[in-house]
């Protein structure tokens, strides 16, 4: 079947989903090791979590760039290159300023793929199945964050570098990404508006869908084709709209506390009463979950649609953490009560935003702006991550887990009035076709 290619290379780019995800998470089986090891203050610990943060928002902010001038496919091989060198160069640092100089690196590659690879994805597929291919990436992101976890706790008890062998078996799947993007193509569509090279583009669309190449081709240089006497700036006021959901939609992502928990999980756990081992074998856990309700997402999202999705998420992420707030604020530690709350959170946010961000921003921008307007939303979302990772630590102390979990309740409580009142439903609809309804021409 022809189509096995256009999977194979979904597969194959969604692999800088399952490195964004294992590097996002692995730091949170060694932070502890190293804060030890170079004797970190509050502050110089809360900067080594989140300089990765840092350089992914540096990614995510010039991401865009490379993917529009240097094209998608060379921007990804780019992306596996900064995963290798920055799983090395961590695992082998003997210092704490070279630490976080190769973690930074990692970070600008989680950033920059977070752009580019979901990019890439929606415009090589069709749309009756683009959200399940999209959501390919995200259900990669989760299966490195799964296998992060498990690895962590293999490792934890092998010595005093059990750490350093924490982050360096990332270079193995880091360098399995890089040969395997030597096999996919280049973007129809970006070879069709940036090159103007239509012919080569009509002969990959042709493996993509080979009943509509023609009718594929033809709407691409319609919208071109609208697009050439208006602004190409993303922020001119016929973008307004999706830049704005854009934008709201990655903050609401990030104020969830999502990466607040996949970074701090075993502290969390410990500040619930639970033993290091526990602590550790629970965050597996957490992974599975993950795991399990992202692949369960990806086999509705195209049936059901993104906003049913979000609604049905957004309200289940609500009573978790007003229930997580509430055993603070009481202190009922008893048995596995926060662990077992935070499991059925990750189901509700796997179900919903996890599966739901990528697929989305990827869709609601034209052609023309496409990567710019990834790149901005991406930026938003990992600023906002980054935000949340540095400050954690602080507010966790200073308010304790009750006031915390309950900000993240109530930003939860406005996203579901966000995704009831203004989301768009885009299931279905070709990426030229959102652009009509979307975008004032």
């Known amino acids: 079947m022809q189509n096995s290619k256009v999977v194979f290379w979904s597969i194959v780019v969604a692999l800088g989903g399952f490195l964004f995800g294992f590097d996002t998470a ?81 970070g600008l590659g989680v950033g920059a793929s977070s752009v580019t690879a979901p990019l890439y994805i929606s415009e090589i597929s069709p749309a009756r199945s683009r ?25 934890d008890g092998s010595g005093e570098f059990a750490w350093r062998w924490m982050l360096g078996v990332q270079a193995l799947p880091s360098l399995a990404f890089l040969v395997l993007l030597l096999k996919v193509p280049e973007s129809p569509r970006w070879l069709i508006l940036k090159q103007g090279k239509v012919d080569e583009a009509r002969e990959i669309l042709r493996i993509i869908e080979p009943a509509t ?141 996890g599966a739901v961000i990528w697929v989305f921003i990827s869709e609601i921008f034209p052609n023309s702006v496409r990567a710019q307007g990834q790149a901005l939303g991406s930026f938003t979302h990992w600023l906002m991550a980054a935000v949340i990772a540095f400050t954690f630590p602080y507010f966790a102390e200073q308010l304790g887990g009750g006031h915390t979990f309950l900000f993240f309740c109530a930003m939860m409580v406005l996203q579901l009035l966000f995704v009831w009142k203004y989301m768009p439903e885009t299931k279905g609809t070709s990426l030229e076709q959102i652009e009509k309804t979307l975008v004032v021409h």
């Open 26 to 106: 692995v730091i949170s089986g060694a932070e502890k090791s190293i804060q030890r090891l170079w004797d970190l203050n509050v502050f110089e610990h809360g900067f080594t979590i989140s300089i990765a943060l840092m350089g992914t928002v540096v990614g995510a902010l010039f991401g865009g760039i490379p993917s529009d001038q240097l094209g998608r496919r060379k921007t990804l091989l780019g992306i596996a290159v900064l995963y290798l060198i920055s799983s090395v160069g961590s695992a082998l640092s003997p210092d704490w300023p070279l630490f976080l100089i190769f973690r930074f690196l990692g």
């Open 131 to 155: 959200g399940r291919m999209v959501a390919l990436f995200q259900f990669n992101v989760v299966f490195g964050i799964l296998i992060a976890y498990l690895s962590n706790y293999l490792l």
């Open 213 to 353: 190449v023609e009718n594929s081709v033809a709407a691409i240089l319609t919208a071109q084709a609208l697009d050439t006497d208006a602004s190409e700036s993303l922020f001119s006021a016929k973008h307004r709209r999706p830049v704005l959901l854009a934008i709201i939609f990655a903050i609401f992502n990030q104020v969830s506390g999502i990466n607040a928990i996949i970074y701090y999980t075993p502290r969390i756990f410990e500040m619930a009463g639970l033993g290091v081992g526990s602590a550790l074998l629970s965050t597996a856990g957490l992974g599975v979950v993950n795991f399990a309700f992202t692949l369960l997402a990806m086999n509705f999202i195209d049936r059901f649609g993104r906003r049913t999705l979000m609604l049905i998420g957004s309200v289940g992420i609500v009573v978790t953490l007003a229930l997580v707030a509430q055993a603070f604020y009481e202190m009922q530690f008893s048995g596995y009560t926060v662990p077992a709350l935070l499991l059925v959170y990750i189901a509700f946010f796997a179900f919903s935003q």
